[in-house]
Structure formats: C-alpha cells, structure tokens
Nanobody, 124 residues
C-alpha cells in the first residue's frame, strides 16, 4: 500500500534553512506527480511545489519560488523539499502528496495520497 512519511520539520529562525524529507513506498515515481503542500494557521491548504512524472519538471508557488527546491532520490524512494531564507509566513504544516493526474500549485488542492504532515515553525 502507498505510504508517505514526512520528516525534518521543526523550529527555525527567520533566514534559516530546513530540508523536509518524504519517505515513500508502495508506488512508482514513474506513475505519479509528487507535490508539497502547506497549511498555515487559519488558512486553507495550498500547493507550493510539484514535480511532474515523466520529465521531472518542477513548479513552484510564487511565495516560495527561488527559496524552495523540490528534488527526489529514486534509489532511496525519497522526495525532498529544501527550504532556504525561511520567513515567519512559511510557518505551517507541510504535507507531501502524490497524484496520477494533477500537479497542483495554489489553492486548487487535490491528491490521491497524502502524508500525515509535519510542523514547520519559523520564529525568533
């Protein structure tokens, strides 16, 4: 069965960096788009980054473009989200997710499978 397990969250100061990991099993990267979503306190969940199956092209929300990078390690079945120059507005619960059809960015949120989420807090 499909499993997605996030790790690497925590508390970081503004301007700092974190790398989130999403350990996956039960499916092939060839068959699914892979995305990272976040839900800030009191806000709707939004898609912030996505890597398309096939050519591996990547997309980012405007709020994180240039600061966040999505990548994957096929040998480890793991997806990463490198987050640099973090801001308090980046605080929230971060989820990895996969979908066979969509690679959503923004408030259109859909996925076939979700991880359980992990907290990221950016604060001094």
């Amino acid at each position: 069965q499909v499993q997605l397990v996030e790790s690497g969250g925590g508390l970081v100061q503004p301007g700092g960096s974190l790398r989130l990991s999403c350990a996956t099993s039960g499916f092939s990267f060839d068959d699914y788009n892979i995305g990272w979503f976040r839900q800030a306190p009191g806000m709707e969940r939004e898609g912030i980054s996505c890597m398309q199956k096939g050519d591996g092209s990547t997309m980012y929300a405007g709020s994180v473009k240039g600061r966040f990078t999505i990548s994957k390690d096929n040998a480890k079945n793991t997806v990463y989200l490198q987050m640099n120059s973090l801001e308090p507005e980046d605080t929230g619960i971060y989820y990895c997710a996969i979908d066979q059809v969509s690679c959503p960015i923004g408030t259109y949120v859909t996925a076939d499978y979700w991880g359980q989420g992990i907290q990221v807090t950016v604060s001094s």
